[in-house]
Every structure is written in C-alpha cells, then in structure tokens.
C-alpha cells in the first residue's frame, strides 16, 4: 500500500473512532438533538448587563436570547445576546442558565418549548 492510500486510511480510521466521541452525551429528544452536559468547577460570574436592539424581523418571529457566560474548560467567557428566528407559531424560547449542582456548575442550555 502507498503511502497515499495509507495517509487516506488512517485519516477515516480516526473519523471513525473520533465520532462517537464527539456524539457523547447527545440525546435526540423527539425532534431535539439536546447537547453533551457542561460542567464548570466554580459559579460563573454575574450577568453582563445588555441592550436589546430592535429584533432585525418581524417581532413575532425573532425572541431575543440574552447573553450568557460559556465555559471552555479553564475559564469563562463572554457570549453577547443575540436574536433567534422562531421555528414555528406556538414556541417558546427558554434562556440558557447555569444551576449548581452541589458546588458544580451544570449549563443548560438555551432550548424551545411548546
């Protein structure tokens, strides 16, 4: 086998072992993929405060989601609020949030509800 075809190999071969990785802890919720769970060892900090501009769409098809702190595995950082497009009549958006979980902090994110 060529080097070529051997480099090709070894590039699926690490696609393949990589996806379920990648897929760890997405559940498929009815018509929602829900993604992995983060943890943060410590409360992020407060709420930057935001000003909320006028929705760039009608206003019954776009909902603002307000800023939020991510965390990338050693820090925190910023998320500027944005507007989301409604999928269909009757959603409702439910921010994102942090909840403590016995001194560590689980993100849920921001998802639709009927």
């Known amino acids: ?8 190999l070894a590039c699926f071969g690490a696609t393949l072992v990589s996806l379920p990785s990648a897929l760890a802890g997405v559940r ?10 983060v943890v943060a060892p410590g409360a992020p900090p407060p709420l930057r405060p935001e ?3 006028p929705p760039p769409g009608p206003p019954e098809a776009m909902v603002w ?3 939020h702190w991510e965390w990338n595995g050693r820090t925190y950082f910023w998320v500027g609020g944005h507007y989301v497009e409604r999928p ?6 439910e921010p994102g949030r942090w909840i403590d979980r016995h001194g560590h902090w689980e993100w ?3 998802h639709w509800r009927r």
């Open 51 to 53: 000003v909320v501009p």
């Open 65 to 67: 989601a307000p800023g």
């Open 1 to 8: 086998m060529n080097r070529k075809a051997l480099a090709l």
């Open 108 to 110: 849920v994110g921001g």
């Open 28 to 37: 498929i919720e009815g018509e929602l993929i829900v993604p992995p769970v």
């Open 88 to 93: 269909e009549v009757g959603l409702v958006w």
